[in-house]
């Protein structure tokens, strides 16, 4: 592919256990590869179609042949195609295939092509199709039949059913070409027909596949995909109305001839009917997004973004539901290709979306309408040149100001109804047809894309001071970076940066937070080959610049930069490969990991009022760094020495809904699991923490020492047996969160991890569960929880327990929690009448439950003492007493939660207990609106019912029961459980 947003790779990788694990076994430099093909006869015999690089020429390109799995690989393909050896350093192999029945004869596609920022060029003379008959050690160029002229990009495939018949697809000059097809192994062809893949161009598809079921049916990538049944002759475009465009890739069954499945640019879709209708596979978090953008909406604010191919977004960064946020949540603010999305900070109804070039609406969130505001040209103009991706900015001192660019600054002070420009053109403003490419200029009559570019020429970031209005600056695609002081008067032009080579892409050009002098740039030289991370910072408004980019890693291209609200020397930069911050303003960099995946960061948002850190990705979607606050106090002694518990943010108060009927973060509920669901934030107090060396046991400090003697083989003292044991008697190290209410009560105590780093858990905002102790936790339906909270304010104190002590860590951390929930329909109680009844209920059920579980223990000892009285000395009158006991103790937990039997037919007798409770606390987990009247009513006679059976118990546990232990111990019983240390 020669796509404008092509990532780069290093080599070729193996895995030895199924993707496990992964090894680099070369190329590195090669940074695109086609196709890979391994003898069928030999795994250690491979064949690596490597394309070479898109922005530049040389690298490793060509077909690669390895006969010992990789360890070593010789080019067979790819000097020599072509005219010159300037052609050899642009020319690649883009595919290779092998016959299925005699795997020394081979057909491999060469491809010369190149793109930068201005254009690209899709062909060469080194393009062509080659035959191998020999296993890949010789091949030659097959020609007859085929194109005279300058080929372009060629997709191939061989049939199946007969592999003497070969099938290329082939793009031509100015997206020219069509269908070829040869029944002698490629020795002659003959042209077919004249389709080639429209749309975005050739460059962005061509791959055919021939059908495994049915001889001459081949399938061509497109837009919308085409197929044909009779080798060529004829092509029909197949059915897409439930299916996304742009295809790319697609795989057969071999067991079904209806099953067919396709990637595109919306993602992977199944047909089980040979393409007449599909299944979209709904559960990929795949979306490439360019930008991202957050409003202020409350509680909870809304991401958006413009994607490739699938439209501008928008969706929630949490949502009410507990299971998280599901596909159904998100929205679309505009049709096609999504670019730069921004939202009036002031206003989350007023939301900006673009489609490429430049095509600006603004988006009505409570409507649903969409205006058309892109700036039009002044009587006499010709057209403006907007970027594909061009800069949306809302100014941070009025958002009825927004600024737009095309070659030159746009002003609207009424949201985008009226356009006004305040610069001249700000770029080179070349003739890019005329600019040299692969070392020379092009005939008007070349394998050249400009349909699908970008405009160039053009401005692609602007900025503005948000301590100065007059103060903007805007990069451009061509190298210049243009500054004004008086609001656009008059500019001034910067045109080399040092340590950057000429003509660089700005990427980003962001002004500083906090001093109207200082000025951030990312600059992009990606496009020429060179991979470097480029940032840099000025002081002086862009009069002298200095690099910032310290231990970046080499081939990491910087994406964004964003500054942190508060603190001006910590700042973030997205990067090819990841996300990277600073606490020092570019002194050192280090990689934020957490989860994110290691994929391009195209753009990152700041959602102040949460401290949230968002990226966009280019295949990931969104990610979010919830409250990201703790990074402001990091410093190298906190991380040498420190243990920390950073502040808690504004907790919201709410209950979370369950849509799906189920009580667990991200549960499918009976969806299947093909149904995507992202995880919200966890629900309640986030306590974040940091240990710098984490606590040990004293086993596994004894046993550092002995590894740091048993490395350098010297004796180790074998441990005393005190030690040992002392050992085995000790409680794992943890380290406890202590959270008191404002009158400091204790309200709850969790336990986390006590290992070395970065560590968050979160409060539930409940006090504890008051259930009896199991041998095993239970889970359900309606969760075991405690009583939710009253909103107010809270601390939380950190300890460490080491054997057993507790020990306090760092300084305790005040939090406010804010009820962020709906008025309901009726009002019922006030919070803090829910909390006192729920109480009341959760100490009964406490009372009650544990009680149950008491009275299984006593039953379940007297079942142990009439067995062992059978067998003792003693008469039959203490067995007596023991039925009788455990009868009545069995009647009066029937009064406690039922009988069973009674309860399968239907006939549950008396209320009992446990359905009164069930009754008063059935709001506990679903709601907060409570107590009815009813439900009072209920907790009074459960209460006294309650009462009743205890003073029954009473007499059966503590005079009955005890005296028949007392007799049992006199008689000399043998030990039952239940008895204590024995006479």
Request: with cysteine.
């Amino acid at each position: 592919m020669s796509g404008r947003h092509v990532a780069y790779g290093d080599g070729v990788y193996r895995s030895r256990d199924a993707g496990e694990s992964w090894e680099n076994m070369g190329l590195e430099d090669s940074q695109h590869i086609g196709m890979i093909r391994i003898d069928p006869r030999d795994s250690n015999t491979i064949f690596v179609a490597a394309q070479g690089p898109l922005w530049s020429g040389g690298g490793d390109r060509g077909l690669y042949k390895s006969t010992d799995g990789g360890e070593n690989w010789r080019k067979v393909l790819g000097d020599g195609l072509g005219n010159t050896e300037l052609d050899d350093q642009y020319t690649g192999v883009s595919e290779v295939h092998m016959d299925p029945r005699d795997p020394d004869v081979m057909y491999a596609v060469s491809w010369q092509r190149l793109r930068n920022v201005a254009v690209v060029i899709d062909g060469g003379p080194g393009t062509g199709i080659h035959k191998s008959v020999d296993g890949g050690e010789t091949w030659r160029q097959l020609s007859e039949g085929l194109p005279e002229d300058m080929m372009g990009k060629t997709g191939l495939a061989v049939s199946p059913q007969n592999p003497d018949v070969i099938y290329a697809t082939i793009e031509l000059d100015n997206r020219t070409g069509g269908f070829w097809r040869s029944e002698d192994g490629g020795e002659t062809w003959e042209k077919m027909n004249e389709y080639l893949s429209g749309g975005t161009g050739p460059h962005y598809y061509q791959e055919i596949f021939a059908s495994p079921h049915r001889f001459d049916r081949v399938y061509q990538m497109d837009v919308q995909m085409h197929r044909t049944d009779n080798g060529g002759k004829d092509f029909i475009m197949m059915d897409h109305e439930s299916k996304h465009s742009d295809h790319h890739a697609m795989a057969f069954r071999p067991d079904d001839p209806n099953y067919l499945i396709v990637g595109t640019d919306g993602g992977i879709y199944e047909s089980f009917d040979e393409g007449e209708t599909w299944r979209f596979v709904a559960n990929l978090p795949v979306t490439q997004f360019y930008k991202v953008a957050v409003d202020y909406d409350e509680p909870f604010y809304n991401v958006y973004g413009g994607t490739q191919d699938n439209n501008s977004q928008g969706g929630p960064s949490r949502t009410w539901d507990i299971s998280g946020i599901r596909n159904a949540d998100w929205f679309i603010t505009l049709f096609a290709d999504g670019h730069q999305s921004a939202v009036d900070p002031t206003n989350p109804d007023i939301v900006y979306a673009e489609w490429q070039q430049g095509n600006l609406t603004r988006y009505d969130r409570r409507t649903g309408e969409v205006t058309y505001i892109r700036p039009q040209a002044r009587e006499g103009e010709e057209p403006d040149r907007y970027n594909w991706d061009a800069p949306i900015l809302i100014s941070a001192h009025d958002p009825k100001t927004i600024f737009f660019a095309s070659q030159r600054v746009w002003r609207s002070d009424d949201h985008g109804d009226s356009w006004t420009p305040i610069s001249g053109d700000l770029t080179r403003d070349e003739d890019r047809v005329s600019l040299p490419i692969m070392g020379r200029t092009w005939s008007y009559d070349a394998p050249r894309d400009l349909v699908a570019m970008s405009s160039y020429n053009t401005i692609v970031n602007i900025s503005q001071s948000p301590i100065d209005a007059d103060v903007i600056y805007a990069g451009s695609d061509d190298g210049l970076i243009s500054v004004t002081e008086n609001g656009g008067e008059t500019w001034r032009t910067i045109d080399e940066l040092p340590g950057v080579p000429d003509g660089f892409f700005v990427n980003d050009i962001k002004a500083d937070l906090h001093d109207a002098d200082t000025v951030y740039v990312v600059v992009d030289d990606h496009k020429k080959g060179d991979f470097s991370p480029y940032i840099l910072r000025s002081e002086n408004r862009g009069r002298n610049w200095r690099s910032i980019s310290s231990n970046l890693p080499e081939r990491h291209v910087l994406w964004r930069v964003v500054q942190d609200h508060v603190k001006p020397e910590l700042m973030f930069v997205a990067s090819e490969f990841g996300v990277f911050f600073t606490v020092n303003g570019g002194g050192a960099w280090t990689k934020l990991k957490g989860g994110s995946p290691n994929i391009a960061f195209r753009d990152l948002a700041i959602q102040t009022r949460e401290n949230d850190l968002v990226g966009a990705t280019f295949g990931r979607s969104f990610y979010v760094l919830d409250d990201y606050s703790p990074l402001r106090d990091v410093n190298q002694d906190m991380l040498e020495s420190g243990n920390v518990l950073f502040p808690v943010r504004k907790t919201p108060w709410y209950v979370p809904k369950r849509s799906l009927g189920c009580g667990e973060p991200m549960c499918l509920s009976s969806q299947g699991d093909s149904y995507f669901m992202a995880p919200n934030p966890d629900f309640g107090a986030t306590f974040t923490y940091y240990l710098a060396e984490g606590f040990k046991s004293s086993k596994d400090v004894r046993r550092e020492a002995e590894k740091e003697l048993e490395a350098g083989n010297e004796d180790v003292a074998v441990a005393a047996w005190d030690t040992i044991l002392g050992e085995d008697r000790e409680d794992a190290p943890a380290i406890v969160f202590t959270v008191t209410n404002s009158r400091g009560n204790i309200v709850r105590q969790i336990e986390a991890p006590a290992e070395p780093g970065f560590h968050r858990v979160a409060w539930d905002l409940r006090y504890p569960a008051l259930q009896p102790w199991t041998p095993e936790e239970t889970n359900e339906y309606f969760g075991s929880g405690g009583v939710l909270v009253v909103p107010g304010t809270f601390s939380v104190k950190m300890q460490v327990r080491q054997d057993g002590v507790l020990r306090d860590l760092g300084e305790p951390q005040s939090f406010d929690v804010v009820s962020v929930r709906p008025d309901p329909v009726l009002p019922g109680s006030t919070q803090e009448q829910r909390v006192i009844f729920e109480s009341q209920v959760a100490e009964l059920s406490r009372a009650a439950t544990g009680t149950d579980a008491a009275l299984n223990e006593v039953i379940g000892e007297l079942d142990a003492v009439k067995e062992t009285l059978e067998r003792s000395l003693t008469d039959g009158s203490l067995y007596e007493l023991a039925n009788s006991i455990q009868q009545n103790l069995k009647i009066q937990q029937d009064r406690l939660k039922g009988n069973q039997k009674r309860v399968g037919y239907k006939d549950e007798g008396e209320m009992t207990v446990t359905a009164r409770l069930w009754h008063a606390g059935f709001v506990f987990s679903v709601g907060a609106y409570g107590p009815t009247p009813e439900q009072r009513e209920s907790l009074r006679i459960g209460r006294a019912l309650y009462d009743d059976i205890v003073s029954e118990l009473d007499t059966l546990v503590n005079v009955e029961y005890a005296g028949l232990k007392d007799a049992m111990d006199t008689a000399r019983v043998p030990w039952t459980p239940g008895r204590g240390i024995q006479p």
